[in-house]
C-alpha cells in the first residue's frame, strides 16, 4: 500500500539545536517534494521544494534532502528557535506538474524549547 | 496582499444541514484546490479546477459534495445532508500553471457538525 510516514511522535529540541525531521515513502516516484509549515488553526505555509535530480536544497536556516534511492526526505532547521514550533508536512507530487496535485504526510509537530 | 481567501472561517451546522464554502484564489492563478484536513492528519486532496473546468476528483468526494468554479475565478464547495463525519478543515488552494509546482494555502474553514 501507499504510505508517508514522518516522525510519529513530537520532536522537542533546546532552543540554538538542529531539528531534523524525515519524510519516508512508499510505493510511490515522486517528481518533486515539498516542505510546508502548519501552525495551529492556520492552512500549510510553502517552505521548501526539491527535486527528483536534486540531492539538498537550502533557504536561510532551513534544509531540505532528497533520497531516492531510500525513498526518503530530511528536512533541517538549524539554529532553531522558539517560533519555529509548529508542524511540519512533507508533501509528494508524482505528476511532475501536470497538476501540482500533493499528496501529505500526517506531519510532524516541532517544540523548540527555551 | 492579496492571498487566497476563504469564507467562512468557522460554521457549525446541524447534521442534515447543507454548508457552503466559499475560495477566492490569487488573482490570475488558474489552478485552484479543495483539501480536507481532520485533527492529527494531514491535507487530503478532494478536487482540482483548471480555469473553470474541474479535472479531478477524489474518491473522498461522495455524491453529497460539489463543487464549482463558474466563471474560473472563486470557487464554492457545497455539502449537502452533512453529517458528523464532514467535521473537518476545508482548505483552499491556488497556483498558476508556471508556479513551478507551488501551491498556496488559504487559512481554512472550519466546519463542525453536531
Known amino acids: 500500500s501507499q504510505k508517508i510516514e514522518q516522525n510519529s511522535e513530537a520532536l522537542n529540541i533546546q532552543e540554538g539545536k538542529t531539528a531534523t525531521l524525515t519524510c519516508n515513502y512508499t510505493n510511490y516516484s515522486p517528481a518533486y517534494l515539498q516542505w510546508y509549515r502548519q501552525d495551529p488553526g492556520r492552512g500549510p505555509v510553502f517552505l521548501l521544494l526539491?527535486?527528483?535530480?536534486?540531492k539538498e536544497k537550502r533557504k536561510e536556516r532551513l534544509k531540505v534532502t532528497f533520497d531516492t534511492t531510500l525513498k526518503q526526505s530530511l528536512f533541517h532547521i538549524t539554529a532553531s528557535q522558539p517560533a519555529d514550533s509548529a508542524t511540519y508536512l512533507c508533501?509528494?507530487?508524482?505528476?511532475?506538474?501536470?497538476?501540482?496535485?500533493?499528496?501529505f504526510g500526517t506531519g510532524t509537530l516541532l517544540a523548540v524549547q527555551p | 496582499d492579496t492571498g487566497v481567501s476563504q469564507d467562512p472561517r468557522h460554521k457549525i451546522t446541524k447534521r442534515g444541514q447543507n454548508v457552503t464554502f466559499r475560495c477566492d484564489p490569487i488573482s490570475e492563478h488558474n489552478r485552484l484546490y479543495w483539501y480536507r484536513q481532520t485533527l492529527g492528519q494531514g491535507p487530503e486532496f478532494l478536487t482540482y479546477f483548471q480555469n473553470e473546468a474541474q479535472l479531478e476528483k477524489s474518491r473522498l468526494l461522495s455524491d453529497r459534495f460539489s463543487a464549482e468554479r463558474p466563471k474560473g475565478s472563486f470557487s464554492t464547495l457545497e455539502i449537502q445532508r452533512t453529517e458528523q463525519g464532514d467535521s473537518a478543515m476545508y482548505l483552499c488552494a491556488s497556483s498558476p500553471t508556471s508556479s513551478g509546482n507551488t501551491i498556496y494555502f488559504g487559512e481554512g474553514s472550519w466546519l463542525t457538525v453536531v
Open positions: 526539491i527535486r527528483e535530480n536534486e
Open positions: 508533501a509528494l507530487g508524482e505528476d511532475g506538474g501536470a497538476t501540482n496535485k500533493l499528496i
